[in-house]
């Protein structure tokens, strides 16, 4: 059984910083295209951050780029979101999301994150 655990989340200043973990554990035979994802409340669920693993492209929210970086660590099935400068409008529940395959010639599968809370006080 596959499953997405994130930590790192957490109470800063404005200005501070936080680093996100998003691992992957199971049986993983390769890992996909991940993202990282923020919903604040009453809003909807926007991506954040997102990293394709074949290219090792990524993309960025206007609204984080310069201030947000996302990598990951293949061998470990670790993903990382490493946030800067933090603002009160980055408060959020952050979710990771995972395209996973358990086994060659297996499907894709999505997987989601339970979430982790940023609190950003001003």
């Known amino acids: 059984q596959v499953q997405l655990v994130e930590s790192g989340g957490g109470l800063v200043q404005a200005g501070g910083s936080l680093r996100l973990s998003c691992a992957a554990s199971?049986?993983?035979?390769?890992?996909?295209?991940m993202g990282w994802y923020r919903q604040a409340p009453g809003k909807q669920r926007e991506l954040v951050a997102s990293?394709?693993?074949?290219?090792?492209?990524?993309n960025y929210a206007d609204s984080v780029k310069g201030r947000f970086t996302v990598s990951r660590d293949n061998a470990k099935n670790t993903a990382y979101l490493q946030m800067n400068s933090l603002k009160p409008e980055d408060t959020a529940v952050y979710y990771c999301?995972?395209?996973?395959?358990?086994?060659?010639?297996?499907?894709?599968?999505?997987?989601w994150g339970q979430g982790t809370q940023v609190t950003v006080s001003s």
């Open positions: 990293m394709s693993n074949i290219s090792g492209r990524t």
């Open positions: 999301n995972w395209d996973l395959r358990a086994r060659p010639g297996g499907p894709s599968i999505n997987y």
């Open positions: 199971g049986t993983i035979f390769s890992a996909n295209t």
